[in-house]
């Protein structure tokens, strides 16, 4: 019994030992442009996953859009992010300055949509003021209400 789990775990460990990295391709996107491109994809997958149907009926490709956009193609991509995900640490930094990004884009987009919301809670307050005034000043009637 001993023998044969000496065996098993030489074995183990032999396997184990023959894990092939990718070489490095001569057409490696850099790691900002990466994180670029990993950054737009997340945002493309969470607008496909939204408006699934509108992108389909538009025949909008949000893979082609993003290599057309960054000038490589799918082979380029495939290989690059196989070469980068060879090494977890440097691939984990990577993810975790696209999470950082994404993280400023919600704050951005937040702050827009704020910023908006209150713009037109100002023309709704503006409009009901003059409102107010055209009623006080006599320039309008004021409107009957029924009170049934």
Request: one cysteine or more; hydrophobic letters at 35%; glycine letters at 2%.
């Amino acid at each position: 019994m001993r023998y044969f789990l000496g065996i098993m775990i030489i074995l183990f460990l032999w396997a184990c030992q023959d894990v092939k990295r990718p070489e490095k391709p001569d057409d490696l996107i850099s790691k900002e442009k990466m994180v670029d491109i990993l950054t737009d994809s997340y945002l493309m997958n969470a607008a496909r996953s939204i408006n699934s149907r509108i992108i389909n009926e538009r025949g909008i490709k949000l893979d082609s859009t993003l290599y057309k956009k960054y000038n490589i193609d799918s082979l380029q991509f495939a290989r690059s992010n196989a070469y980068y995900t060879s090494d977890l640490n440097g691939y984990a930094s990577m993810f975790s300055q696209v999470e950082q990004r994404l993280i400023q884009f919600e704050k951005e987009h937040d702050s827009i949509k704020l910023a908006n919301t209150k713009k037109a809670e100002a023309e709704i307050e503006a409009k009901a003021k003059k409102d107010s005034m055209e009623v006080e000043t006599g320039l309008i009637d004021p409107v009957e209400t029924d009170t049934n």
